[in-house]
């Protein structure tokens, strides 16, 4: 069951967290040399759409029923260990490149939350990598670091 005091916490620090992406990313050039899509673009996408989740969490936390302390230690752990798989992710997305660090992040992410059907976790993570690398770099012409050079297969 999850913890109302705990996601109403969350919540509230993920609008701050959404909010501060779409200040710095208006300070952001807005286009980059040989891209029709600008760096600032994602940032401001991600922040809009972490506010907007994060205030329907907000709201949902209205329908929970209780408040229990085993819940609210099992978010935390989780949380953080989510925490330390972004940090990871953002440290070695240049290293290892967009998609295979994206789709580790998001399969060990899913399997945070909840480890059941692993299938499903691989088959989304392994869709979603490849639609939006698809969609940024070819579709908008952006740019992402794709494969690292010393991947070879």
Not at 13 to 40: E, H, M, N, R
Not at 50 to 67: A, N
Request: no cysteine.
């Amino acid at each position: 069951m999850p913890s109302k005091t705990f996601d109403r916490y969350m919540s509230v620090i993920l609008i701050v967290v959404g909010t501060f992406f779409i200040v710095s990313s208006s300070q952001i050039s807005a286009s980059t040399y040989g891209s029709s899509v600008g760096p600032d673009i994602m940032p401001t996408i991600l922040g809009i759409i972490l506010i907007l989740l994060s205030i329907l969490l907000f709201f949902q936390t209205t329908k929970y029923k209780s408040d229990s302390q085993k819940s609210e230690e099992q978010n935390y752990g989780k949380f953080l260990l989510m925490v330390g798989l972004a940090i990871l992710y953002a440290v070695t997305l240049q290293w290892i490149g967009y998609l295979i660090s994206t789709f580790i992040f998001l399969l060990i992410g899913f399997q945070i939350m909840k480890k059941e059907k692993i299938l499903y976790s691989f088959i989304i993570s392994l869709l979603f990598t490849l639609v939006v690398y698809y969609v940024y770099v070819e579709v908008l012409q952006g740019t992402l670091p794709g494969f690292p050079e010393w991947f070879a297969f």
